[in-house]
T-cell receptor, first 109, second 115 residues
Framework: LAKTTQPISMDSYEGQEVNITCSHN???????ITWYQQFPSQGPRFIIQ???TKVTNEVASLFIPADRKSSTLSLPRVSLSDTAVYYC??????????FGAGTRLTVKP | DTEVTQTPKHLVMGMTNKKSLKCEQH?????MYWYKQKAKKPPELMFV???????INESVPSRFSPECPNSSLLNLHLHALQPEDSALYLC??????????????FGPGTRLTVL
């Protein structure tokens, strides 16, 4: 199972862009990279998934360099409601994926 | 409908009680999961069911007994729990099961307190 490493916490201010980087040095050829968001006392919520290069949806972008040993979740113009824990998961199939420690993002006014 | 429901929302039980947690989804997903989450920790995978068959048991103590009666329902039977089992229990489901990575949809969880 590919292990992931993320910063424990990050602070930002409303309106700023936030980039959270995840390291996954032993990622396998068939592994996908998936990010989830979790608010207190709620289940995690899927944000974005990618395999290589760049993926963008209505809430975030995911940047994956050519060697795929890291990935960066980019949240444009964060608001207070983006305060949450963000998890990076790596795996080929759901059974392979395990939640790492996550990054606790605090958005300040 | 992209909702996973879990009941009850809160449960308090003694160490000698028997109780069950229930999870339901109507998205046609064929993989369902139980996770345990302690405060300020990430979710820990407990069990995975794929096509109603147990495919993963992460060395969970036998006082936790999962059951998948049909493709929409997932139960977690609890017996003789310990206070350290107090946690948020999360259920999730996904479409593709073990064939490929797919989005997991999580329920809101059951907050369990063992006295």
């Amino acid at each position: 199972l590919a292990k992931t490493t993320q910063p424990i916490s990050m602070d930002s201010y409303e309106g700023q862009e936030v980039n959270i980087t995840c390291s996954h040095n032993n990622i396998a050829t068939n592994d996908y990279i998936t990010w989830y968001q979790q608010f207190p006392s709620q289940g995690p919520r899927f944000i974005i998934q990618g395999y290589k290069t760049k993926v963008t949806n209505e809430v975030a972008s995911l940047f994956i360099p050519a060697d795929r040993k890291s990935s960066t979740l980019s949240l444009p113009r964060v608001s207070l409601s983006d305060t949450a824990v963000y998890y990076c998961l790596v795996g080929e199939i759901n059974n392979d994926m395990r939640f790492g420690a996550g990054t606790r993002l605090t958005v300040k006014p | 409908d992209t909702e996973v429901t879990q009941t009850p929302k809160h449960l308090v039980m003694g160490m000698t009680n028997k109780k069950s947690l229930k999870c339901e989804q109507h998205m046609g997903h064929r993989a369902m999961y139980w996770y345990k989450q302690k405060a300020k920790k990430p979710p820990e995978l407990m069990f995975v069911y794929s096509y109603e068959k147990l495919s993963i048991n992460e060395s969970v103590p036998s006082r936790f007994s999962p059951e998948c009666p049909n493709s929409s329902l997932l139960n977690l039977h609890l017996h003789a729990l310990q206070p350290e089992d107090s946690a948020l229990y999360l259920c999730a489901s996904s479409q593709a099961g073990t064939t490929r990575t797919d989005t997991q949809y999580f329920g809101p969880g059951t907050r369990l307190t063992v006295l």
